[in-house]
């Protein structure tokens, strides 16, 4: 496979741009080497700068549930072209998004429209704060929700251990009162709550993790994350930016009978481009300025080109349904990764929920950070490279989520799971 190309102009980024790139993990730090360069998308593949044709289970990391270019979407976006890109003043499509939204995810009432997960988070937070008149918030240890100062909690942190920041350039001070608890320890939760109940504002996770590898909640623990939220009067925010309209139409929510008090979202809701939204019980979005004190606010927020884009996708889903076909062909290629890594003899376990999934080299259920972290590393970096080598564009670190999309075919898993069975093998060595 040529990456000359590639090379050169990565090359020239890295003189131009932090190293070569406008977000971290895009540098290919968990596996080394460099990156391809991206041309362009159809469906499920990609077309890097030196022709490379690469099936692409990375979807933008998470947008591109209806593949690369899907029609609707880009004569979506052709036709609000043609009217202008953004004028900072209500339009229609902007209530057209938020319906969409409000009907699909059971919990909520009012959503705001913002450019990124990361501002959804931010502000989702600022509001629990706000509403409830209480700073401290929870937090678990593996779950991002983006670069927001207070949420940027060194991860596999110690129970009660006050939040350290994981990057220079946040006081401690912003992370004074950021709580950061293992994931599914339902114990250690009810003791954090039985000792500081009445000072959390919120408790904020990803209802099904992506960003540590997939690990799915137990019913116990988000049946007791709601019971003691409602106890201790803190709000229950389940940051959806990656699960909403992935996992099921109305997100982790829909699928584990849940109702959160605020609810994040992003990726898919932008169809590609930069969307995040928060919602959730009216009586608490109304604290939100102009209705309310809490302030926050956006110059291309509710953008026409974003929300256009959104539309498209979120009718296309919901018009289509594909959520038990995509959860078909996730559960065939993970059955055939788990055959493919018994047959090298390589300790593993492929969890998924819906179209989400992570091929860890670890035999361990995972169930929480610490788990996680056990993983071998420098194995899934030789797997990652057999893999691009052999044209599948995978996500650059174990501890991320693939995915899968509707452009995905039955002969795409076939050939992913023969290439992996050769990429594992040889990863052994
Ligand atoms: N929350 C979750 C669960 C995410 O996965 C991400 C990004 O990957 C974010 C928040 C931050 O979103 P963004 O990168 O759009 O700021």
């Given at each position: 496979m040529q990456h000359d190309v590639s090379h050169n102009e990565f090359q020239r980024a890295q003189q131009l741009i932090p190293g070569g790139v406008n977000s971290p993990a895009r540098a290919f730090g968990g596996v080394g080497g460099e990156p391809p360069f991206i041309e362009r998308g159809s469906g499920a593949y990609l077309y890097d700068v030196d022709g490379n044709k690469l099936l692409d289970y990375v979807g933008s990391w998470g947008p591109h549930i209806l593949g690369h270019r899907h029609p609707a979407v880009i004569e979506a976006i052709q036709q609000t072209l043609a009217r202008g890109t953004s004028f900072g003043a209500p339009t229609v499509q902007e209530s057209e998004l938020a319906e969409l939204v409000i009907d699909a995810v059971p919990s909520i009432e009012q959503v705001r429209m913002v450019n990124s997960g990361t501002e959804a988070t931010m502000s989702a937070i600022r509001l629990a704060r706000g509403f409830t008149g209480r700073d401290k918030i929870i937090k678990f240890s593996g779950c991002y929700h983006g670069h927001v100062d207070s949420l940027l909690v060194q991860a596999g942190s110690a129970a009660l251990t006050l939040g350290t920041p994981?990057?220079?350039?946040?006081?401690?001070g912003c992370t004074a009162d950021t709580l950061s608890l293992e994931y599914n320890d339902t114990q250690q939760l009810a003791e954090v709550f039985a000792a500081q109940g009445s000072e959390i504002a919120c408790v904020i996770l990803e209802p099904v993790v992506g960003n540590m590898g997939v690990v799915a909640p137990s019913t116990e623990f988000l049946q007791t994350l709601r019971q003691l939220c409602d106890e201790h009067g803190a709000l229950l925010i389940f940051d959806e930016v990656m699960t909403g309209f992935r996992v099921a139409y109305g997100g982790a929510q829909e699928r584990f009978g849940m109702r959160p008090d605020l609810t994040t979202l992003g990726k898919i809701i932008g169809g590609g481009m930069p969307v995040g939204a928060y919602g959730g019980r009216a009586d608490v979005m109304k604290s939100i300025s102009p209705t309310g004190p809490v302030y926050q606010a956006g110059t291309?927020?509710?953008?026409p080109m974003a929300m256009a884009c959104g539309i498209a996708t979120l009718r296309t889903l919901k018009e289509t349904d594909p959520y038990a076909e995509l959860e078909r062909k996730t559960k065939r290629l993970v059955a055939g990764l788990s055959k493919a890594a018994g047959k090298a003899d390589v300790p593993h376990t492929v969890p998924h929920v819906g179209s989400m999934f992570t091929l860890f080299f670890n035999a361990e259920p995972v169930t929480n950070y610490t788990v996680s972290s056990r993983n071998d590393t420098e194995r899934f970096a030789r797997y990652f490279w057999g893999m691009l080598d052999r044209g599948f564009y995978l996500p650059c670190s174990q501890f991320e989520a693939n995915f899968v999309s509707v452009c995905h075919t039955d002969e795409d898993i076939d050939a992913t799971i023969a290439a992996a069975g050769e990429s594992i093998a040889a990863a052994v060595e």
């Open positions: 994981s990057s220079p350039g946040i006081p401690a291309l927020s509710g953008n």
